[in-house]
Each structure stands twice: as C-alpha cells, then as structure tokens.
C-alpha cells in the first residue's frame, strides 16, 4: 500500500474518533434529568416524603418499603391519579395512617409525584431493547401498578 494511502485512511480513522467522542459526549449522552419538573413545590413535597417517613411502606422508583404500592407512577396510572391520591392522603385508609396533612402539604406531595412520574416507570413489566441498546416502554399506562 501506497504511504499517501495509508495516510489518508490514518486520517479518516483520527477524524472519526473525534467525531464520534464530539457525538456521544454532547447529543449522545443527553438524557431529560426532568429539571423542569423540580419545583419549589416539588421539592417541598420530597422533604415531606423523606421527613414523614413514607418510604417506610412505599417505593419510589423501586426501592422502599413494601406495605403499600409503589407512588412513582400514581399520578399517571390508570384509574388512579391526582384526585385519587389526594383522597387517599386526605383520609388515610384501614392500612394506611391518616397524617391530617394541610392542603399545601398535599399539593406538595402532588407536585412531588408528578416528577416521580415523568422522570421514572416502575415497576417496568414491558420494554423493548433498541438495536442500539437503548430501551422503550410499551405503552406506559399498560405498565399497571
Ligand atoms: C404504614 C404504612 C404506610 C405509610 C407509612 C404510608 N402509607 Fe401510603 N399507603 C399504604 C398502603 C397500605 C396503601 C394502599 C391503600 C390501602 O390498601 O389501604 C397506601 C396508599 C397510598 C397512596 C395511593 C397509592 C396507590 O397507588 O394506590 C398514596 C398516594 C400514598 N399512600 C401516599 C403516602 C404518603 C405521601 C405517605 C407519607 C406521608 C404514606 N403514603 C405513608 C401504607 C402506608
């Protein structure tokens, strides 16, 4: 093989790894952090959850207790959402303890549990698996909780 040859292909090679790092380390690697959803009112309604202790009987995003279901989705699942989740944090149930929580302390914890919903599915029960290794959920109100 010829040096000019060799040279070019050398440059071909040099020029893709620089452009493939350029590539993965800005648009390949962005991912929504869901910034948008942290509000005052969301982060007030995080320190709630961890002050109240409900991670004692709840998950957030899989991990907690398991006496009660998991919260990161209740705002979007089916047959479930804001008003049901008020309900049930205005009154308690036979399981769970009434905390006579305020009205802003329940929009907290409403704030709180929208960003859990756009910013995580769990429990996963369906995905897809992309030729690229990335991953796609089925229908997200077919997950169930
Ligand atoms: C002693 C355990 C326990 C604690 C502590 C607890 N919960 Fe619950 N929670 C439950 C159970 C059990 C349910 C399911 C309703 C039932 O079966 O009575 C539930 C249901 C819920 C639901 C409805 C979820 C759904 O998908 O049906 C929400 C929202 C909720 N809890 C929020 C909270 C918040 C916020 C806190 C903290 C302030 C908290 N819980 C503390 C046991 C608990």
Redesign the pocket.
């Known amino acids: 093989m010829k040096l000019n040859t060799k040279r070019f292909i050398i440059s071909i090679l040099i020029a893709s790894f620089f452009i493939y790092s350029v590539v993965i380390y800005t648009v390949g690697t962005r991912v929504d952090k869901g910034e948008k959803w942290i509000t005052e009112q969301s982060r007030q309604g995080k320190l709630?959850?961890q002050k109240?202790?409900?991670i004692?009987?709840?998950q957030i995003y899989g991990l907690g207790?398991f006496?009660?279901?998991?919260?990161t989705n209740?705002i979007s699942?089916l047959g479930?959402g804001p008003d049901?989740?008020k309900v049930?944090?205005s009154n308690g149930?036979?399981?769970?303890?009434n905390?006579h929580?305020s009205e802003n302390e329940i929009d907290a914890?409403i704030a709180f549990?929208t960003y859990t919903d756009k910013t995580g599915i769990s429990p996963v029960k369906d995905f897809n698996i992309n030729y690229n290794g990335t991953v796609n959920w089925k229908d997200k109100n077919e997950k169930g909780?």
């Open positions: 709630l959850f109240k202790n409900c004692a009987c709840h207790g006496m009660g279901p998991d919260l209740v699942a479930k049901f989740a049930i944090l149930t036979e399981r769970m303890p905390y929580l914890f549990f909780n």
